[in-house]
Every structure is written in C-alpha cells, then in structure tokens.
C-alpha cells in the first residue's frame, strides 16, 4: 500500500495505487499544494511496493531544483535519502504489513527528511559509531556505513521519537576547502557561514590536518600574489568574487574558529593562524593566532623571516 499525504490533502488513496505511477505523476503536478514554495509530503510505504521509494525521491529532487538547489545538494539530498529509507528497509520493517513513514519538507531555505523505522528503536549515537569503523576499515567496501554518510552529507542529523531519523540539508551548503603547500595548509571557507553545521564541518576538516594550519573565513582577503602559492586558490577564489558572494563573518564563528585551532595546535604541538582583516575585531583576538593577512600567515608557518 502506498499513501501519500501533501500538506495534509490525501493524493492517492490504496485503491488510486493500482494506476501505477503515471497517476502519481499527475497527482502532484496538479496540486497546487505541489507548487507553493513551502510544502509538506508524508508517504507511507509498503515493503511490497517499496520500489515507490524511487519514484518518490525524483519527484522530490525535482522540487529542489525548481527551488533553486545546486546541483551538489540535489545529489546530497538524494544520497541521504536513498541511505535512511534503505536503512528503514533493512533494519526497520520487520512485518511485511508494516508501512515506512517518509516526510518531507521542502521549503526555499532546506530540504528535512524523517524516516521512521517502525518497530526498531533509534540508537544514532551506537549506529554513527559503528559506521565509523566501517569506513576507518574500508572505504569502498562493508556495510553499517550509510548514516556515516549521511551524517558526512547532512547539515543536521538528529533522532525523532523512539523510532525516527531527521535529516536536514539547507540551501547554503558548507564548502570548506583546503589548499597545502610547504607544510602548511590553509583552509578557506568559501560557502556556508550561516550554516548551523559550519563549526562540526570545520572542525572534521581541521582535525583531519597534520601540519601548521591558517584558517581564512573570508575568502575575500585572499590577494593574487599570495593565493599563486597554491594551486588552484586564486582561480576558486576568483569564481566566488564573479558570483558576488559575500559571506559574514559573526563573532561566533570566529570564537567557534578560535578554539578548534587552539585544539588542533595543542593536540598536534604546531603553530595555527587565524586570519582577520578587520582591525577592531582583531584586536579582541589571541595576539598568538591573530594575523591581518594571508600572507602574515604564510610567512609564520613557512618559517619565513
């Protein structure tokens, strides 16, 4: 049995599912609760008929793009998805007239997805931990590792009730990116700083280093005859500069910043830089990590006098 709720006006009915899915199709092109901005869907899927799953995910990869998602969020969405109803699948449905809950939420700012496991309770923090050590082990092979992934490609992972797994993917994706050279890295973030996941990202970016770090939140203090010492920088940092992005940077993020490189400095006996160009903030900064400029920053952890 498939059901499907979409803000609340019941689409298709058991007795509408033996139409197949040309039926389906039609049934949410024509709503208008399909073509508003913000929308609610709720899908409950039978084991029998579990191939729906597929079919639901295009419909709802489609209304992103309308939305506006970039093309790495769409694919995100739909590895997140694909992970946590499988995963329901799998582990979840253990009766064959049990039905898996789906709800989604798509609106202009994110895209949430909840699956409810009928029957098996949530243990995200046990289940996370064990996937861990499946891609630790392999990368390409093993099975466990899909909410690792999930959690790798959510902005938020978060249990729902006994039985529920919520993910949520905001628009504004978090793009961090690393560009080493002379033992040295320098982490760059380009996209995200409102993101809520920023700080985990930054920091599962960071700890993952070994060697003398600089952190640039504001890929506008990149300048040309710095940013040639690493391949590839000055051409990503002149793409963002064409697409007129203009980040903010908060104090919070910048206090989150301060203490994941002090970590990573203690933890690994090195030297970190955090770039700031505004010059009464950087006053309130650790004169010891604080730098005006990328290449202050080069030229303390290169050694250079």
């Not at 600089?214 to 064409?242: K, N, T, W």
């Amino acid at each position: 049995m498939l059901e499907i709720l979409l803000d609340a006006v019941r689409l298709i009915t058991s007795k509408d599912v033996k139409e197949g899915a040309s039926s389906l199709l039609s049934a949410f092109s024509q709503s208008p609760e399909w073509k508003k901005e913000i929308c609610t869907v709720e899908a409950r899927v039978s084991l029998d008929e579990q191939e729906r799953l597929v079919l639901l995910v295009e419909l709802f990869t489609q209304k992103l793009a309308e939305l506006g998602f970039a093309e790495q969020s769409l694919s995100d969405f739909q590895v997140v998805y694909r992970e946590l109803t499988q995963n329901a699948v799998e582990h979840g449905v253990r009766r064959r007239k049990e039905n898996l809950r789906v709800v989604v939420e798509l609106c202009p700012a994110y895209a949430a997805l909840t699956v409810h496991n009928p029957g098996v309770p949530v243990d995200l923090s046990r289940w996370l931990e064990k996937g861990r050590r499946h891609l630790l082990e392999s990368e390409m092979g093993g099975r466990g590792r899909g909410l690792a992934i999930v959690q790798r490609k959510a902005d938020e992972l978060v249990e729902i009730g006994k039985v529920g797994l919520k993910a949520v993917l905001y628009k504004q994706r978090v793009d961090i990116q690393v560009f080493s050279q002379a033992g040295m890295h320098l982490v760059v973030i380009f996209r995200g700083h409102s993101n809520p996941s920023l700080v985990r990202k930054l920091e599962e970016t960071i700890g993952a280093l070994r060697g003398n770090v600089a952190l640039c939140l504001d890929p506008r203090d990149i300048d040309h005859e710095v940013g040639v010492q690493f391949q590839g920088l000055v051409e990503r940092a002149s793409q963002q500069y064409e697409s007129q992005f203009v980040p903010s940077t908060e104090s919070k993020d910048i206090e989150a910043a301060i203490r994941i490189l002090e970590r990573h400095a203690r933890a690994e006996g090195l030297r970190v830089r955090l770039i700031c160009t505004d010059e009464d903030y950087r006053g309130l900064l650790p004169s010891r990590i604080a730098v005006t400029s990328v290449a202050e920053a080069v030229r303390d952890l290169s050694g250079d006098e």
